[in-house]
């Protein structure tokens, strides 16, 4: 009989917790100091067959939020971790392995790639530079304010870059897979962009939302916006926005 109120009140703890969780969303926790992001959903209610019937190249969208839920299931579809995996040999060898197989292949699991946020309009997120780090699902803040504009002037003045929500921004490590592939290493992370980028299109379709691919931008000025250091090459910015009209 002692177990009954107990039981009434299982679901009422699960809702305060559930609740809670949501409220240290986009806020850093004390002790890491990263930004954790929603757990992402593994069921959608659009099929693969559907999104790529319907995914396009989306350069126009309305200038309203989108939820920090939203952008960290993106980043899970780009470079989410989807199987926990002991450290390949090669580059990493143990050092700063970034926790399993990710959602997109790469050549001999080396995954050369990091995606940057340029967040301007996500809720629950203040306007900033973010890396992403799968093995963690989580948020590091890199610089605060809104840099869409200046990406935007770093990309040709091309309006999408600016009028997203956020930025995504691919950037390759070469040596990573250079370890291993020598002198193949572009090749291999070029063709890995090619794959991250359409995880990104195909998830943000599957939500309602928009992106496009833009390659055409100044790689010294991204890295001086992005505060990258010269072994980090961008190699594409993909806006995310809800479409317009």
């Known amino acids: 009989m002692r177990m009954i109120p107990y039981l009434k009140m299982t679901p ?5 917790l559930m609740g809670a969780s949501a409220f240290l969303w986009g806020q850093p926790d004390k ?7 929603p757990e992402p959903e593994l069921k959608g209610n659009v099929s693969v067959e559907s999104a790529l019937q319907s995914r396009r190249s989306i350069r126009q969208y309305k200038d ?4 920090i839920k939203m952008l960290g299931q993106i980043l899970w579809a780009a470079q989410g971790i989807t199987e926990k995996h002991p450290s390949p040999p090669g580059f990493w ?3 700063d392995w970034p926790g399993g197989l990710r959602t997109a292949p790469s050549a001999g699991a080396l995954y050369p790639l990091d995606i940057y946020i340029a967040a301007g309009n996500i809720e629950d997120l203040p306007p900033g530079i973010y890396h992403y780090l799968p093995g963690k699902h989580a948020l590091e803040q890199k610089a605060e304010g809104d840099h869409r504009r200046a990406l935007s002037r770093a990309a040709l003045g091309q309006s999408p870059v600016r009028e997203g929500a ?20 572009p090749r291999y992370t070029h063709i890995e962009t090619g794959h991250v980028g359409q995880n990104i299109y195909l ?6 939302l928009g992106t ?10 991204v890295q001086s916006v ?6 980090k090459i961008p190699l594409a910015l993909m806006p995310i926005g809800r479409k317009h009209p």
Do not use: H, N
Not at 31 to 37: A, E, K, N, T
Not at 64 to 67: A, E, G, N, Q, V
Not at 226 to 231: I, N, V, Y
């Open 166 to 185: 956020a930025v995504l921004i691919i950037s390759g490590v070469y040596a990573r897979c250079a370890a291993k592939y020598g002198d193949r290493a």
């Open 212 to 221: 496009v691919m833009v390659g055409a931008f100044k790689d010294k000025q």
């Open 64 to 67: 309203t939020s989108i939820s």
């Open 226 to 231: 992005l505060g990258l250091g010269k072994d």
């Open 203 to 208: 998830q943000a379709e599957s939500m309602g």
């Open 93 to 95: 060898g143990g050092r």
């Open 31 to 37: 002790q890491s100091g990263l930004i954790p992001l």
């Open 12 to 16: 009422v703890l699960l809702l305060w």
